[in-house]
């Protein structure tokens, strides 16, 4: 059924006034600072009918109502207004990665940490590995007789480093003559690229055909790992909201927050855009708690996908605020990495 006018703006009004409360929202509240030129009784009577279709619910006879999860998804699909990010939340984002736009690692931190102090709410972030990431330094230096270390500088200068097997007969002047090799052959190049390659590049190591295979091995083992890097900031602040004084609701709540293997799968995305995502009360497979709520977006630079950030809450969560706090880190992440380029 198609919601009225009047409907939509009375469910937006309820979500609203309740995501900023944590209070039942009643037809007195929404005539005295709303809609002045609505009567209570039609706004009761419109409360009522939105009740039926399922988009709210009343605690008690006398109390006000409160939205649904179908209240959720409508609001966030087609009623909330877009917020803006004041200046001082901007300089904060932008400072939040000033001077550490060199390490990714360091840029992953930030990231989650800006997010959830400016909303407030647990952050998470996700690092998968991008096939298209370019390699701009190789080298290989010995640890042990038959040891080395194979330390990757990307284009995202996240340093990758992996010990790797090498012939215990190797010299360090051929060694050193290996890794200028790769390094000629392979800097430039995006790790997809180098695979597809890799038959052809081969033939430049009939010397060095056991290093050069075990090189291949471990960009292989990176860029089919889909196990990434999961980072948390602000696990203790879902405690504010009133609605986890229930101690079954944190418990659920921390069942996921704890799992990395359950956060990595809620972030895993294909998507290479800032495109927004959120899923609502465990919809999809109650992958989260019917409690909870996730927004998330993935963040890429020059092509490269350089994560998934995201913020879980309670359904009664701002959903404006953290939409364009999400929206505005990826924005100015993507400028800076892009301009260090």
Request: charged share 30%; hydrophobic share 35%; with cysteine.
């Amino acid at each position: 059924m198609k919601l009225s006018d009047r409907k939509r703006k009375i469910l937006q009004i309820v979500v609203d006034d309740y995501i900023s409360t944590a209070q039942p929202v009643s037809s007195k509240s929404i005539t005295e600072k709303h809609m002045k030129d609505v009567s209570s009784a039609t706004v009761r009577s419109e409360l009522a009918q939105l009740e039926e279709l399922g988009f709210l619910s009343q605690l008690h006879t006398s109390s006000g109502r409160v939205p649904s999860i179908e209240a959720y998804k409508l609001y966030v699909a087609e009623l909330m207004d877009k917020s803006k990010l004041t200046t001082k939340e901007v300089g904060a984002i932008k400072s939040a990665f000033k001077d550490h736009a060199d390490n990714l690692e360091t840029v992953v931190q930030n990231a989650v940490k800006v997010i959830s102090d400016l909303t407030d709410y647990t952050s998470v972030g996700y690092t998968s590995h991008s096939d298209k990431d370019k390699i701009v330094k190789i080298d290989i230096f010995r640890y042990k007789q038959s040891q080395a270390l194979l330390l990757i500088v990307t284009e995202n200068t996240l340093i990758r480093d992996k010990f790797i097997s090498i012939p215990e007969n190797m010299t360090d002047a051929q060694i050193i003559e290996a890794s200028e090799l790769i390094s000629r052959l392979f800097v430039g190049k995006e790790f997809g690229e180098i695979m597809k390659l890799s038959d052809v590049i081969a033939e430049e190591f009939s010397v060095y055909r056991e290093i050069f295979d075990n090189v291949m091995h471990a960009i292989e083992d990176y860029i089919s790992n889909g196990n990434g890097k999961v980072v948390m900031e602000g696990e203790g602040k879902i405690l504010k909201n009133p609605e986890y004084s229930d101690s079954e609701k944190v418990k659920n709540f921390l069942s996921v927050v704890t799992s990395k293997n359950k956060l990595a799968g809620l972030l895993a995305s294909e998507s290479d855009n800032i495109e927004i995502n959120i899923k609502i009360g465990g919809e999809d497979g109650k992958e989260i708690p019917e409690d909870c709520s996730l927004v998330t977006a993935t963040y890429s630079a020059s092509g490269v996908k350089i994560g998934t950030y995201g913020v879980i809450g309670p359904l009664r969560m701002d959903y404006q605020k953290v939409v364009s706090v999400l929206e505005g880190v990826g924005k100015i992440l993507e400028d800076i990495l892009t301009n260090k380029k």
